[in-house]
C-alpha cells in the first residue's frame, strides 16, 4: 500500500491495462491499480516487483483506491467499451471530488465518450477519451496515444503521457492532444480501419506470390524481410515476415499454414465503413477489407462452394501459369506500396471530414507523427504523409499531393499487371482491385456517372445539372422515349 498519494491510479486490469500501468511505473509516475477481480491485481502487484520493484500499488476495493491518488485525482480505465465503461464510471464517481479526472483508453464509439463527458462535468468531474495504440507490447514499452475531450483533463496528465508514449528520433513522444469531444477515440476508430486495409493489402500480396507465385514459406520470408528494409519498412510488414518464419510447435511445416482461414474482429472497423457511408466518404480500400473478414468468416460455406465449383471445372487457381519470380515479387512490392497510399489517403479524408461536421479542428500532419511510433500502423512511409501535409496543409488528396502523384505514376503499370494476374488466375485482390478502381476514378475528369443521374431523373424525377448551362433541369425521359418507339 502506497504510504504517499500515487501520481495516478489505473483501473482494468488485463493485459493492456497490467502492461500500460507498468510502463507508467517504469517511468517513475507512482501509480495505483485496482480491478473488480482482485486476483489481477496481486497478479499486477507481482509483476511489479519481478520488473524491477517498479512504484505501483494495488487494491481490492474502488475507495481506497481513489483514495491513494493524489488530488485532483487522474484514473485510467481499461476495461471493455459499452456497458462495462459506464458500470466503472459509476463505481469510482461515488469516491471522485470535484475537478478530477477519468480517461478512458478503450476503443470507444466515439458518440459515448462525449455523452459521458457532459454526464461527469454535472458533478464537477472532467473526461477524456484516449485511443491507445500498439497492442499489449506498445502499452508496456511505448503506445501511441489519442486523448480527446477535456483540455483541462490533457494538460493534468500531459506529463505522464509524453513520457509513457512511444518515443521517435526527430519527432519526440507519439502523442498529442487530438481534440475536442470524442475526436481521440474517432482517430483511433479510423486508424484502426486503416489497419484493416493495410493487413489485407498485405494478405492479398501473400496469396499472389504463394498461390501463383508458389514461393515458399521460406521464399516469403526473405521477401519480407528484404521489404521491410526499403519504402515498405513498417510494424505489419516486419511481423509479417517473422510469422513466415516460425515452424510449428505441434507438428511439420510452417505454423502459419495451420491457421484457420477466418478472421475475428472488434467492431472498430465497421464502425470506420459506418462513418465513411454516413459523411459520403469514399473508402473502398477500408470497405473491401471488412467484407474479406466477412467472407472469411463463411468458411464452411466456402468448403462447399469449392467442391461445387471443383466438379464443375473450377480450381483453386484457375491457370496454371509459369511466372518471372523476380518480376513479380518487384511488382506485388510495387502494387502494395501503391494500394497503401489510397487506403491512408481513404482514412485521413474521412477524418478531415468528421473534424469539419464537428468542428475539431484536427491537424492530418500531427496524427501522422504521433502514428509514426508505438502503434500497429507505424511505418516510415507516414514520414511522407505528414511531409505532404506540412507542404499543404488543405491537401485535398494524398493522391494529388506531388510526391505520391510521382510514385503512384511511377507503380501504376506493375499495380495493373498484379491486378489482371490475380483476376486471370482466380485469385481475389478486393483491396488492391478496390485501390485502382479509386485511382482511376479519383484521377478521371468524367466518369460515367452522367448516365446514372440521367437514369434517376427518368423514373425519379430527380433533376440533373448540365455541363453547359447552370441551373437544375428535368426530362421527360419517358414520354420521349415513348413517342420516338410510337414513330418507329
Known amino acids: 500500500m502506497a504510504v504517499q498519494p500515487t501520481r495516478i491510479g489505473l483501473a482494468g486490469l488485463a493485459v493492456m491495462g497490467q502492461n500500460l500501468a507498468l510502463n507508467i511505473a517504469e517511468k517513475g509516475f507512482p501509480i495505483s491499480v485496482y480491478n473488480r477481480t482482485t486476483s489481477k491485481v496481486d497478479e499486477t502487484v507481482e509483476r511489479a516487483k519481478k520488473e524491477g520493484n517498479l512504484p505501483l500499488y494495488g487494491f481490492h476495493d474502488p475507495k481506497s483506491f481513489v483514495n491513494s491518488i493524489q488530488k485532483p485525482r487522474v484514473i485510467i480505465m481499461l476495461v471493455k467499451a459499452g456497458a462495462p465503461v459506464d458500470q466503472t464510471i459509476k463505481t469510482l464517481s461515488a469516491y471522485l471530488e470535484k475537478g478530477d479526472c477519468i480517461v478512458d483508453g478503450g476503443n470507444e464509439w466515439y458518440e459515448n465518450t462525449e455523452r459521458r463527458e457532459k454526464a461527469v462535468a454535472d458533478n464537477g468531474f472532467l473526461y477524456l477519451g484516449m485511443g491507445v495504440s500498439g497492442g499489449e507490447e506498445g502499452a508496456r514499452n511505448g503506445p501511441s496515444m489519442m486523448p480527446g475531450g477535456s483540455y483541462e483533463a490533457y494538460k493534468n496528465i500531459e506529463d505522464i503521457l509524453l513520457k509513457v508514449a512511444a518515443q521517435v528520433r526527430d519527432s519526440g513522444p507519439c502523442v498529442t492532444y487530438i481534440g475536442k469531444g470524442g475526436s481521440g477515440n474517432f482517430v483511433k476508430m479510423v486508424h484502426n480501419g486503416i489497419e484493416y486495409g493495410d493487413m489485407q493489402l498485405i494478405a492479398e500480396a501473400y496469396d499472389v506470390l504463394k498461390s501463383v507465385g508458389k514461393l515458399s514459406n521460406e521464399e516469403l520470408h526473405g521477401v519480407f524481410t528484404e521489404w521491410n528494409k526499403g519504402e515498405l519498412e513498417s510494424f505489419l510488414i516486419e511481423i509479417t515476415a517473422d510469422i513466415f518464419g516460425i515452424k510449428d510447435d505441434k507438428g511439420d511445416g510452417h505454423l502459419?499454414?495451420?491457421?484457420?482461414?477466418?478472421?475475428?474482429?472488434?467492431?472498430?472497423?465497421?464502425?470506420?465503413?459506418?462513418?465513411?457511408?454516413?459523411?459520403?466518404?469514399?473508402?473502398?480500400?477500408?470497405?473491401?477489407?471488412?467484407?474479406?473478414?466477412?467472407?472469411?468468416?463463411?468458411?464452411d460455406e466456402r468448403v462447399q462452394a469449392a467442391k461445387v465449383f471443383k466438379e464443375g471445372g473450377f480450381g483453386d487457381i484457375l491457370t496454371d501459369q509459369t511466372v518471372d519470380k523476380k518480376q513479380l515479387i518487384d511488382d506485388v512490392r510495387k502494387a502494395l506500396y501503391a494500394s497503401k497510399i489510397c487506403s491512408y489517403a481513404q482514412g485521413m479524408n474521412l477524418i478531415r471530414a468528421k473534424s469539419i461536421e464537428k468542428g475539431w479542428g484536427l491537424k492530418l500532419?500531427?496524427?501522422?507523427?504521433?502514428?509514426?511510433?508505438?502503434?500497429?500502423?507505424?511505418?516510415?512511409?507516414?514520414?511522407?504523409?505528414?511531409?505532404?501535409?506540412?507542404?499543404?496543409?488543405?491537401?485535398?488528396?494524398?493522391?494529388?499531393?506531388?510526391?505520391?502523384?510521382?510514385?503512384?505514376?511511377?507503380?501504376?503499370?506493375?499495380?495493373?499487371?498484379?491486378?489482371?494476374?490475380?483476376?486471370?488466375?482466380?485469385?481475389?485482390?478486393p483491396g488492391m482491385s478496390a485501390s485502382l478502381a479509386y485511382f482511376d476514378s479519383y484521377r478521371r475528369e468524367r466518369l460515367p456517372a452522367n448516365l446514372v443521374q440521367a437514369q434517376r431523373d427518368y423514373f425519379g424525377a430527380h433533376t440533373y445539372e448540365r455541363t453547359d448551362v447552370e441551373g437544375s433541369f428535368h426530362t421527360e425521359w419517358f414520354k420521349i422515349a415513348r413517342q420516338s418507339k410510337s414513330k418507329i
Open 256 to 299: 502459419v499454414d495451420k491457421v484457420l482461414d477466418k478472421t475475428g474482429m472488434k467492431g472498430t472497423g465497421k464502425w470506420t465503413v459506418q462513418q465513411a457511408a454516413e459523411l459520403s466518404v469514399p473508402a473502398p480500400t477500408i470497405e473491401s477489407s471488412l467484407d474479406a473478414r466477412f467472407l472469411s468468416g463463411l468458411k
Open 365 to 429: 500532419g500531427e496524427l501522422a507523427r504521433i502514428w509514426k511510433g508505438g502503434c500497429i500502423i507505424r511505418a516510415i512511409f507516414l514520414d511522407r504523409i505528414k511531409q505532404a501535409y506540412d507542404r499543404n496543409a488543405e491537401l485535398a488528396n494524398l493522391l494529388v499531393d506531388p510526391e505520391f502523384a510521382k510514385e503512384i505514376i511511377e507503380r501504376q503499370s506493375a499495380w495493373r499487371r498484379v491486378v489482371c494476374l490475380s483476376i486471370n488466375s482466380g485469385i481475389s485482390t
